[in-house]
């Protein structure tokens, strides 16, 4: 079995829907097709959440009325057998009509999570009928049956297998089975979400839980690029990413990946490839354990954070002092991202502001506490990063970029510096011409 994760850019248009069905039907062997909505549609589907809220109900149909449009538009234009086309229509329209019955009923994160994933459930519709409309036989699951994912971040991928294979055992044969990204049962067995972007982990989650072949994550570019291309020009798609290196650039931002994506398929050494839908014929690239190449890969910026510092010149060095500051963190279940000391202060960022004031309620007896919000983490990234001498030349950026934190040396593969957002575009562009566009004065050691 080999899963395929189509994205909101690749099943955007009837261009890409057409790409997305001739990579789905080459080649041989079963296929696990997951997809996400049409791009732009889940940001709809927010805005109808954030309506509910406000009691907005002319606005809510007027959103309904355009995503009954968009979609019955891809049906015409693909769909050429009447009577499916019909029926697929009616389909859509139900979903709307389930919609709308929720958006009326009393607001919670589970109408939250029923709203925002309608999207995957038209487009999955839709697909099925247009495979089948082209001879091409197809199961369509409904994630909601097998995705019981209960811990975010770590997953039960044997639990999401045993259910899997319940929910296929009753079908007939096929080699393409389809079904929706980023929508998770949990542990209340509701209905939840992966998060924005959560396809991608649903393609992992689902390639660990089926001990695929490969997984293989369709979007709009060819491959990881060695920095973010919608800040910077002249970026290049990266061939090779170990497991560690995708995770980390992940993890802080590159928003090619949902943070989370690859942690699921690297104990069971699964390759992830990265592809263009629109170019396949491009090598795209190929995270796995074998990954080769040393040195500063890529780097990526994560935005959101805020930086907490603790100033006391009294309990500092005592020891015990950094144990009761992150007993505090843990908490209020918050992750602690950069960490940076002194003689009498301690620097630390977090991304999640949720229980923010509770935390500094209680630090704020160990010493003179400041908070920085709206700042972004930029990381560089790559085997033995901190040894190579390219990467040294972001020291000569501190004399002209106020840079907040830096963090060398906690891993070998990431040097993380910590800059005011407003900065971040600005600071990207500076390293890229530094590290990988100057011409190479010293060889990587
Ligand atoms: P999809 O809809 O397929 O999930 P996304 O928009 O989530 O696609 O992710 C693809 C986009 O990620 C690219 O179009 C690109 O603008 C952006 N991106 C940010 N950082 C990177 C990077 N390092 N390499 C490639 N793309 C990146
Ligand atoms: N459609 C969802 C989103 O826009 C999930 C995804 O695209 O991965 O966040
Ligand atoms: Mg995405």
New binding site residues.
Partial sequence: MKVLK?????V?SIEGIRNVKSISCSGTGKKLLVL?AM?GVTNELVRITELIAADDETSIDMILGLLEIKHFQVIEELIENKLLRYETKNEISAILSELKKTTKREYSEVIYSLVVTAGERMLTRIFSAYLEDCGVANHLLDARDFMQVNNLENPDTTLVGHKFKETVSSLTETDIYITQGFVRIDENNRVNTLKR?G??YTATILGAALDAQEVQ?????D????????YVEH?H?IAELSFEEAAE?AYFG???LHPQTVSPVIHKNIPVYLKNTFTPFLPGTKISAEATGKGLK?I?AKDGITAIKIKSNRMLMAHGFLRKIFEVFDRHQTAIDMITTSEIAISLTIDDNRNLVKIIEEIDDYGEITVEKNHSIICLVGESVIKDKKASSIFELLHDTSIRMISYGGSNNNISLLVDTSNKISVLQKLHQKVFEAKPVEEFV
């Fill in positions: 189509f994205g909101g850019t690749s955007g996400s791009s972007g396809s991608d994550i369709w979007t709009d570019i491959g990881f690029h060695n920095n973010d291309p919608r970026t798609p650039l590159a928003k090619i890529a990526s």
